[in-house]
C-alpha cells in the first residue's frame, strides 16, 4: 500500500452520448449515436440516448455528488457534434461554454478533468468529407482538437484521444460505426484513426507542452485454451489484433509485419502512404490510458468456422485459419455474461507496462447489473463492490509489484445508457431514477458502492 503516490487519481468516468442526453438542446448537431438504435441488429426493447440520463441538465448536482464521493479526477468525453456546427469548422458557442462550465465546476471540487477528445460519437457531417476511410478525417479531427486545446488547454493536464480505438475494427457494426450496414474496410479505418491520433498527440505537444496525452483502448491479456501449441499460435494472433497492433502503432510507430500479413492475407489490405508514417512515429504518447474489463481465451478455429465480428466490446469472435475466442469455464459471468477475471486485471497491467515501459491510466472497468431501488432509496449492490474489492487488490498488487499506475477512473460515475443493454444495465456508483421508456423524475440516488467507494478514496486504498 505503501507504494500508492498520494496524487493518485482516484475516480470514475463517463462518455458524453451515454450520460448527457438533451441531443437537440445547445447547438448540438445529428450525431452517428443519436438513432443507433434505429439500425439493423439493434433492440427495440431498449432505449436510445436522446435523453440518457440527464447529465446536460443536471451536471451541477452530479459533479456536487462527485465530490461528496471524495473523486480526486473525472474522465468524461466532450461531444464533438456539441463542439463543431459542420465540415468547415463554424465553431458551436454554447457547446463551448458547456464544457467550461463544467470543467470550472470540477476544478471548484478539486476534481480534476481528464477530457476524451472523442468517444464514438462523431457529427454525421463526417460522411460529407468522404468518412472514416478518408483522410479528409484525419483533418477535420485535427481542426476540432485544435478548437478544444485552445478553448481548454490552460485547465486539462490530461488529454485522451480517442476511446477504443481498436473496437473500431473489432465491433464496428456493434458500436453504430457501420452506419447502414455500410461495409467498410476496417483496417483502412484504423489507419485513418492513427493517423487523427498522431496528428493530435503531436498537436497537443505543440500548443499545449506542459499537458500530457495518451491513447485510450479497449486491451486485455488473452489465454490460450490448451497446452496445444496451435492454440497459443492462435493466442498470439489474438493478442496483435486484439490489443498490440494499436498500441505498437501510436507507442513505436510501426505495425507489426505479422499483422501487415495477415491483412494481406484475408485480402483486407490497405495502403499506408509513407507519408502518414513519417507523421505517426513522430507522435510520442506521455501516458497509456486503457479499458479493461476482461480477458479473452482463444484456440485455432476448426477448418469450416466461418468469420464472425464481436458482437459486443468484450464478446469474442472469429477469424478463420487465424483464431477464434471461446468461453473460459474457469471464470466466472456477470448477469449480462462478461467473464470476470480479477486476476487477468494484473496480468494485463503487467503486459503493457512491460512492453511500453509508460505510465498507466484505467480509464473503464466496471460491472453492469440490473440493480434495484429500494421503496427505502437505496440500492444494495453488493455484487459491484466484490468486484472492484477483488480488481483494485489485484491493481494495488501491480503497483506494488513495479507497475506504474497513476490513475483509476472505473465505468462508470453515475447510470448511463448502455450501448448495447440501455439504462437496465447499470454500472454507476450514483443511480438515476429512470427506466427504458419512463423517464420518471431522473432523481438521484447513492448506491452502496457510492459509500465504500468513498472511504476507499479516503483511505488512497487502505480500506480495501
Given at each position: 500500500?505503501?507504494?500508492?503516490?498520494?496524487?493518485?487519481?482516484?475516480?470514475?468516468?463517463?462518455?458524453?452520448?451515454?450520460?448527457?442526453?438533451?441531443?437537440?438542446?445547445?447547438?448540438?448537431?445529428?450525431?452517428?449515436?443519436?438513432?443507433?438504435?434505429?439500425?439493423?441488429?439493434?433492440?427495440?426493447?431498449?432505449?436510445?440516448?436522446?435523453?440518457?440520463?440527464?447529465?446536460?441538465?443536471?451536471?451541477?448536482?452530479?459533479?456536487?455528488?462527485?465530490?461528496?464521493?471524495?473523486?480526486?479526477?473525472?474522465?468524461?468525453?466532450?461531444?464533438?457534434?456539441?463542439?463543431?456546427?459542420?465540415?468547415?469548422?463554424?465553431?458551436?458557442?454554447?457547446?463551448?461554454?458547456?464544457?467550461?462550465?463544467?470543467?470550472?465546476?470540477?476544478?471548484?471540487?478539486?476534481?480534476?478533468?481528464?477530457?476524451?477528445?472523442?468517444?464514438?460519437?462523431?457529427?454525421?457531417?463526417?460522411?460529407?468529407?468522404?468518412?472514416?476511410?478518408?483522410?479528409?478525417?484525419?483533418?477535420?479531427?485535427?481542426?476540432?482538437?485544435?478548437?478544444?486545446?485552445?478553448?481548454?488547454?490552460?485547465?486539462?493536464?490530461?488529454?485522451?484521444?480517442?476511446?477504443?480505438?481498436?473496437?473500431?475494427?473489432?465491433?464496428?457494426?456493434?458500436?453504430?460505426?457501420?452506419?447502414?450496414?455500410?461495409?467498410?474496410?476496417?483496417?483502412?479505418?484504423?489507419?485513418?484513426?492513427?493517423?487523427?491520433?498522431?496528428?493530435?498527440?503531436?498537436?497537443?505537444?505543440?500548443?499545449?507542452?506542459?499537458?500530457?496525452?495518451?491513447?485510450?483502448?479497449?486491451?486485455?491479456?488473452?489465454?490460450?485454451?490448451?497446452?496445444?501449441?496451435?492454440?497459443?499460435?492462435?493466442?498470439?494472433?489474438?493478442?496483435?489484433?486484439?490489443?498490440?497492433?494499436?498500441?505498437?502503432?501510436?507507442?513505436?510507430?510501426?505495425?507489426?509485419?505479422?499483422?501487415?500479413?495477415?491483412?494481406?492475407k484475408i485480402k483486407e489490405d490497405f495502403v499506408i502512404d509513407p507519408k502518414d508514417m513519417e507523421i505517426i512515429k513522430q507522435a510520442k504518447p506521455d501516458f497509456i490510458a486503457f479499458n479493461?474489463?476482461?480477458?479473452?481465451?482463444?484456440?485455432?478455429?476448426?477448418?469450416?468456422?466461418?468469420?464472425?465480428?464481436?458482437?459486443?466490446?468484450?464478446?469474442?469472435?472469429?477469424?478463420?485459419?487465424?483464431?477464434?475466442?471461446?468461453?473460459?469455464?474457469n471464470l466466472e459471468k456477470t448477469q449480462f455474461g462478461w467473464e470476470i477475471d480479477p486476476q487477468g486485471f494484473k496480468n494485463t497491467l503487467r503486459e503493457v507496462y512491460d512492453r511500453y515501459?509508460?505510465?498507466?491510466?484505467?480509464?473503464?472497468?466496471?460491472?453492469?447489473?440490473?440493480?434495484?431501488?429500494?421503496?427505502?432509496?437505496?440500492?444494495?449492490?453488493?455484487?459491484?463492490?466484490?468486484?472492484?474489492?477483488?480488481?483494485?487488490?489485484?491493481?494495488?498488487?501491480?503497483?506494488?509489484?513495479?507497475?506504474?499506475?497513476?490513475?483509476?477512473?472505473?465505468?462508470?460515475?453515475?447510470?448511463?445508457?448502455?450501448?448495447?443493454?440501455?439504462?437496465?444495465?447499470?454500472?454507476?456508483?450514483?443511480?438515476?431514477?429512470?427506466?427504458?421508456?419512463?423517464?420518471?423524475?431522473?432523481?438521484?440516488?447513492?448506491?452502496?458502492?457510492?459509500?465504500?467507494?468513498?472511504?476507499?478514496?479516503?483511505?488512497?486504498?487502505?480500506?480495501?
Amino acid at each position: 500500500m505503501n507504494k500508492i503516490k498520494k496524487d493518485f487519481l482516484w475516480g470514475a468516468s463517463t462518455s458524453a452520448y451515454q450520460v448527457e442526453g438533451s441531443i437537440f438542446e445547445g447547438g448540438k448537431v445529428a450525431s452517428v449515436m443519436d438513432d443507433i438504435h434505429k439500425s439493423p441488429g439493434y433492440s427495440k426493447e431498449i432505449t436510445n440516448f436522446h435523453d440518457a440520463t440527464g447529465h446536460y441538465e443536471n451536471w451541477k448536482e452530479d459533479v456536487k455528488l462527485f465530490a461528496e464521493m471524495g473523486m480526486k479526477s473525472y474522465r468524461f468525453s466532450i461531444s464533438w457534434p456539441r463542439i463543431m456546427k459542420n465540415v468547415k469548422g463554424e465553431i458551436n458557442e454554447e457547446g463551448i461554454k458547456f464544457y467550461d462550465d463544467l470543467i470550472n465546476e470540477l476544478i471548484k471540487y478539486k476534481i480534476e478533468p481528464i477530457v476524451t477528445i472523442f468517444h464514438f460519437d462523431f457529427p454525421n457531417f463526417i460522411d460529407e468529407a468522404g468518412g472514416l476511410t478518408d483522410k479528409r478525417f484525419a483533418n477535420l479531427f485535427e481542426d476540432y482538437c485544435k478548437v478544444l486545446f485552445k478553448a481548454y488547454g490552460s485547465k486539462i493536464k490530461y488529454w485522451l484521444t480517442i476511446n477504443e480505438l481498436n473496437m473500431f475494427a473489432m465491433a464496428a457494426s456493434a458500436i453504430g460505426l457501420m452506419p447502414n450496414g455500410k461495409k467498410l474496410n476496417r483496417w483502412e479505418v484504423i489507419h485513418i484513426l492513427n493517423l487523427a491520433q498522431a496528428r493530435a498527440i503531436n498537436l497537443c505537444h505543440k500548443i499545449l507542452p506542459k499537458a500530457k496525452i495518451g491513447p485510450a483502448p479497449n486491451i486485455s491479456s488473452v489465454y490460450s485454451n490448451s497446452s496445444k501449441p496451435i492454440d497459443y499460435t492462435a493466442k498470439l494472433n489474438m493478442d496483435i489484433v486484439r490489443n498490440w497492433v494499436y498500441l505498437d502503432i501510436v507507442c513505436k510507430g510501426y505495425y507489426s509485419p505479422v499483422f501487415l500479413e495477415f491483412i494481406k492475407k484475408i485480402k483486407e489490405d490497405f495502403v499506408i502512404d509513407p507519408k502518414d508514417m513519417e507523421i505517426i512515429k513522430q507522435a510520442k504518447p506521455d501516458f497509456i490510458a486503457f479499458n479493461y474489463y476482461a480477458t479473452m481465451t482463444v484456440e485455432m478455429p476448426k477448418s469450416n468456422e466461418i468469420s464472425q465480428e464481436a458482437k459486443d466490446q468484450q464478446k469474442g469472435f472469429t477469424i478463420p485459419g487465424f483464431t477464434s475466442s471461446v468461453k473460459n469455464k474457469n471464470l466466472e459471468k456477470t448477469q449480462f455474461g462478461w467473464e470476470i477475471d480479477p486476476q487477468g486485471f494484473k496480468n494485463t497491467l503487467r503486459e503493457v507496462y512491460d512492453r511500453y515501459n509508460l505510465p498507466i491510466m484505467i480509464t473503464e472497468n466496471g460491472l453492469g447489473a440490473k440493480d434495484i431501488l429500494t421503496k427505502q432509496g437505496e440500492v444494495h449492490d453488493t455484487y459491484r463492490i466484490e468486484y472492484y474489492q477483488k480488481h483494485i487488490s489485484k491493481m494495488l498488487e501491480a503497483i506494488e509489484e513495479g507497475v506504474d499506475i497513476i490513475g483509476y477512473m472505473p465505468w462508470s460515475a453515475i447510470d448511463l445508457i448502455s450501448t448495447h443493454e440501455g439504462v437496465s444495465k447499470r454500472y454507476g456508483f450514483i443511480y438515476v431514477n429512470r427506466d427504458e421508456f419512463d423517464l420518471k423524475d431522473m432523481k438521484r440516488y447513492k448506491k452502496d458502492s457510492f459509500y465504500w467507494y468513498k472511504e476507499l478514496i479516503k483511505t488512497n486504498g487502505g480500506s480495501i
